[in-house]
């Protein structure tokens, strides 16, 4: 581990692999349900079931996934590669095969992509908190993982589109994969060059006792107030994200546009990143993360206000609020890495970070869980014409609860850290720490 400012070759050589890896993640749980609709005649109610019980599986497993990462700490590369292949493996198989029933085939390929998913998230994570103890060089680290994060995502989102005007419908997600395949051979090359073997001395004798119990009970309490922040944040872009195409679709007529806002949407994020990392340089991450959610209520809440035909005010909606997505992607994950290096847990920070997309996962299933009855309750009805009541209740649910949830992790982020300008030094960490964490350091 080294204090040295990393180089711009060296966040490359890093991030690139979060281009392939992206494929995996959002346009995933979007292209496959329909490919398997369309072309399977697999129902959407079956089809929402199953993804809901692999989101709920994927989500349950991060933390044994961080376990594992952390006992094979000394085997980064041979991991990150072996998960690499699995989920190019997995994809394919899912759009290009079908070996079992639509119903089984698209629920194990899903589960082996999330799974090798996790894995690659989750080994980026610890790799970055093992890089270095620099606070700016942490954000930055966080910054150009989730840059390349973001670029892959509008490339996987926009792929299909033009592949479907280029090819014929079958060889659509062939090339699909196979772009897939190429971008994850770069992206485990680059990241080798990163690779490192030894284990600290200090942590290398303890290897025989990990298990996952006393990783937690060594988690700092200022760790579990940032995942309690984390968790209403996210909880508040799951809704979004569940209700995105029926709000689009449904509510703006605009179903044809759905890609291009997304794309907007993931651009100004990507593109706010820097001015996200200069500011949490000047006032901190936790004042950085609170302006970025009230970035996100102020814009937001237009949607809100919005009618059919409203393309333009959407499209100012997206492009405002997106900028917002940068901080909640890169400034958690650096601040985790400050409380790890704060407390002198660098033994469990696989078990730590996995904490970050297991909420993340959770978040989307529990706002699934909620928000898809509420519709149906006041009468919602996707892909037909729908009463002014069902249509509020839409508005409501996507854009009004995430706002409430947004103001909420302000508050949270307020009244755990602001306040008491907590967790801008190592000092701030270690006094506030959880005290028992020194009988495993």
Sequence with gaps: MTVKTISRKSLLQYGFIGLPMAFAGFPLYIFAPDFYATNHGVSLTLLGGLLLAIRLFDAVQDPLIGWLVDRLRGKFMPLLTSAGIILCISIFGLFNSLLFSPPVWFSLCMLFAVSAYSILTIILGVRATLWTIDKEDQTRISGARESFG????????????????????????????????ILMLGGIYSFSKLYFKPISIATAHKRNHFSLLPALRTLPKQSLKLFAVYSLSMLASS??????????????????????????????GAAAMPLWKSL???????????????????????????????????????????????????????????????TGNKAFSGTYYAFLPFISKASLALASAIALPTLEVAGFKPQTINSDPALIALSVTY??????????ATGLLYGFFIRFNIGE???????????????YV
């Design 239 to 268: 809704f979004s994200a569940a209700l995105v195409i029926f709000y689009v679709r449904d509510l703006l007529g605009a179903e044809n546009l759905t890609g291009l806002f997304l794309i907007l949407y993931f651009s100004s």
């Design 150 to 181: 973001i670029t892959g995502l509008i490339i996987a989102v926009s792929m299909p589109t033009l592949l479907s005007r280029l090819v014929t419908p079958n060889r659509v997600y062939l090339l699909y994969t196979g772009v897939l395949s």
């Design 280 to 342: 949490s340089v000047r006032i901190g991450k936790y004042k950085t993360w609170a302006l970025s959610n009230i970035v996100a209520v102020v814009s937001f809440i237009g949607a809100f206000f919005l009618n059919v035909g409203d393309v333009w005010p959407y499209a100012i909606v997206c492009s405002l609020s997106g900028l917002a997505l940068g901080a909640d992607l890169m400034l958690p994950p650096s601040i985790l890495s400050d409380h790890i290096h704060g």
């Design 399 to 408: 854009a009004i609860i995430p706002c409430l949830l947004k103001i909420m």
């Design 425 to 439: 030094n190592n000092e701030g960490i270690q006094n506030h720490s959880n005290t028992r964490s020194s009988n």
